[in-house]
């Protein structure tokens, strides 16, 4: 029985380029003599390093700690010496250094010990974060830690899993290859995913314009022993996006600010499947992926690269050629600049696009919108490019959230059709960042509100408590003085002077309350003087007879202050 298909809104027909390098069998890169491998290859916190310089590590090796939950590990991908830890450029446009690892590699290859996991027998969370821990994230372009991916959530079953297979963007072939090659492998990563989400649907979409990879996929199916449909889709740019994909086989969409399990849908990449199956089966972390180079090169192809490798090394191998103008990392329609070409190969590296200006020529001055509505027409999301576009420009960055900024994929279908040449997804991920920056500006606002009100809350708690400790001090004084007065006397005697609560002059009660401390102190002095009989005064030297003097002299003086009347008794 053929599967209905369904028509998601919107899309183009760009030229696929894919003849150029899936014709060449897949072709493993050297290692290069440097590895550069960021901690941040993820969505999430980037990695923790748990290796020093100068350490020797092997092939696999965790070199950095996932930190949280939304987070992957990151490993050795060969072995060697750990030269640095630093900032380094990254593969992004920005071109801003990051914080990486350094191994001078020794040429051995030497892997560490490699640990199989019997995943039916582990406890399913067990299982997730020894997956995290082995560096496991989606190799579909979000680079999401698969781990997370993998939790069906509190309903602990995620009815239908979706393999994408569409690989939708031009030029780009390393999906189309992996298939091709290892789909028994990427089956039974498929078996792993469906045994932590309780799965009992399971569909692989495959674009209609890869034969080869649809065969061989479907060849594999009929060696497994449970149930997986293999659906060719019609090839429309983005029929590979996640959401598009899900539409496309199901017929539902993804709510707005939902997620695709909401709806009882996960959807995972091929090269994911296969590198979850190499971990648990081979006990090997994710060091390595499959990259395509391409474009104005000599001999486009597909390459299994280790991370870290410098992006020239690929280049050098597909043949490098006068009149490069620059390098995408990814395709036409969703790729990034790149800073330069000896920043490294990361997890999210599917592929490296040379340009030249016949291949790429620069595009047009951008002219004046035209409210065409070409640009929603192609709009998958089912937005408004030109009202999105206005206000980004505007930095009405709140009406821009209203018509749901958010939701755009930034496929780059609305600039493909705009007759205008507006670069209408660099004023939305501008908008985007605009609104990002402002968030975390109003979070450290908030903060530091919330820093100085419990600020301002301690103090008036402290204040209160004082004036408590000092309104019950003054009443036990009060209390003291409405005693009789030889009991008060009594207690005076018993308590020394230091330790007498102190009342206001005007009270006359008080008044006699230290008195009668004062004649207590004096009586306890006597005593202790009498007890303390001064010896050894017979035949004193006349500086010590001074000095006694002196000193008896000092009590004297003491003793007739002590006998004189308090001020309050003069007033």
């Known amino acids: 029985m053929t599967r209905e298909l369904f028509r998601f809104k919107g899309g183009v027909h760009p030229p696929d380029h894919k003849a150029e390098s899936n014709g060449r069998p897949i072709h493993p890169a050297p290692i290069p003599r440097q590895l550069v491998i960021p901690l941040r290859q993820h969505i999430g916190n980037p990695a923790k390093p748990v290796v020093k310089v100068g350490e020797t590590v092997r092939t696999g090796q965790l070199i950095a700690a996932a930190d949280g939950t939304i987070s992957a590990a990151v490993h050795a991908s060969s072995s060697g010496t750990v030269v640095a830890i630093e900032p380094r450029t990254l593969p992004h446009?920005?071109?801003?250094?990051?914080?990486?690892?350094?191994?001078?590699?020794?040429?051995?290859?030497?892997?560490?010990?490699?640990?199989?996991?019997?995943?039916?027998?582990?406890?399913?969370?067990?299982?997730?974060?020894?997956?995290?821990?082995?560096?496991?994230?989606?190799?579909?372009?979000?680079?999401?830690?698969?781990?997370v991916k993998l939790d069906a959530g509190p309903a602990q079953v995620c009815p239908t899993l979706i393999l994408n297979g569409g690989e939708?963007?031009?030029?780009?072939?390393?999906?189309?290859?992996?298939?091709?090659?290892?789909?028994?492998?990427?089956?039974?990563?498929?078996?792993?995913?469906?045994?932590?989400?309780?799965?009992?649907?399971?569909?692989?979409?495959?674009?209609?314009?890869?034969?080869?990879?649809?065969?061989?996929?479907?060849e594999a199916v009929a060696r497994q022993d449970f149930a997986v449909e293999v659906v060719a889709v019609p090839s429309l740019y983005p029929g590979g996006g996640a959401k598009q994909m899900i539409e496309t086989l199901t017929g539902k969409q993804v709510p707005s600010g939902k997620l695709s399990t909401d709806i009882g849908i996960q959807v995972f990449n091929v090269g994911t499947a296969h590198?979850?199956?190499?971990?648990?089966?081979?006990?090997?972390?994710?060091?390595?992926?499959?990259?395509?180079?391409t474009g104005h090169v000599l001999r486009p192809q597909n390459f299994r690269v280790r991370i870290g490798t410098p992006m020239q090394a690929?280049?050098?191998l597909a043949g490098d050629r006068e009149g490069a103008t620059g390098v995408l990392m990814g395709g036409p329609m969703m790729g990034i600049p790149m800073p330069g070409t000896q920043v490294p190969v990361i997890k999210a590296t599917n592929c490296l696009l040379v340009q030249s200006r016949a291949l790429f020529p620069a595009p047009p001055a951008a002219l004046p919108c035209i409210r065409c509505t070409r640009c929603a027409d192609a709009c998958p999301a089912e937005l408004q490019p030109q009202e999105l576009f206005r206000f980004a420009k505007a930095g009405d960055f709140g009406r821009a959230q209203e018509y749901h900024l958010f939701d755009c994929i930034e496929c780059g279908c609305c600039t493909y059709v705009c007759p205008s040449h507006i670069p209408l997804v660099e004023y939305y991920r501008y908008g985007k960042s605009e609104i990002w920056a402002r968030e975390r500006e109003k979070r450290a606002a908030d903060l530091a509100r919330e820093r100085h009100e419990f600020r301002q809350f301690r103090?008036?708690?402290?204040?209160?408590?004082?004036?408590?400790?000092?309104?019950?001090?003054?009443?036990?004084?009060?209390?003291?003085?409405?005693?009789?007065?030889?009991?008060?006397?009594?207690?005076?005697?018993?308590?020394?002077?230091?330790?007498?609560?102190?009342?206001?002059a005007a009270d006359t009660g008080e008044v006699d309350a230290k008195k009668a401390i004062i004649a207590a102190a004096l009586a306890r002095s006597q005593a202790k003087k009498a007890e303390a009989a001064p010896k050894?005064?017979?035949?004193?030297?006349?500086?010590?007879?001074?000095?006694?003097?002196?000193?008896?002299?000092?009590?004297?003086?003491?003793?007739?202050?002590?006998?004189?009347?308090?001020e309050s008794e003069t007033e």
């Not at 446009?93 to 640990?115: F, H």
């Not at 999906?175 to 290892?182: E, K, N, T």
């Open 93 to 147: 446009a920005s071109g801003l250094p990051d914080l990486c690892i350094v191994i001078d590699t020794d040429g051995r290859d030497e892997w560490g010990e490699r640990t199989p996991l019997d995943y039916r027998a582990m406890p399913a969370a067990d299982l997730r974060m020894k997956l995290r821990d082995m560096g496991l994230a989606g190799l579909g372009g979000a680079v999401f830690p698969s781990a």
């Open 168 to 218: 939708c963007e031009p030029w780009i072939t390393c999906d189309d290859v992996l298939m091709r090659h290892h789909a028994d492998d990427i089956l039974h990563g498929v078996a792993i995913m469906r045994h932590l989400l309780g799965s009992t649907l399971v569909l692989v979409g495959i674009e209609d314009n890869k034969p080869e990879a649809l065969a061989a996929m479907r």
């Open 275 to 293: 590198a979850l199956a190499r971990a648990v089966h081979h006990g090997e972390p994710m060091i390595e992926r499959l990259v395509t180079v």
């Open 314 to 316: 690929l280049i050098d």
């Open 459 to 504: 103090l008036e708690r402290e204040k209160v408590e004082k004036a408590e400790k000092l309104a019950a001090k003054a009443a036990a004084s009060r209390a003291l003085a409405a005693q009789d007065p030889a009991k008060r006397a009594e207690q005076a005697a018993d308590v020394p002077a230091a330790t007498q609560p102190a009342a206001p």
């Open 536 to 566: 050894n005064t017979e035949q004193l030297s006349p500086e010590q007879q001074q000095a006694i003097d002196e000193i008896e002299a000092r009590r004297a003086k003491i003793r007739e202050l002590a006998r004189k009347p308090l």
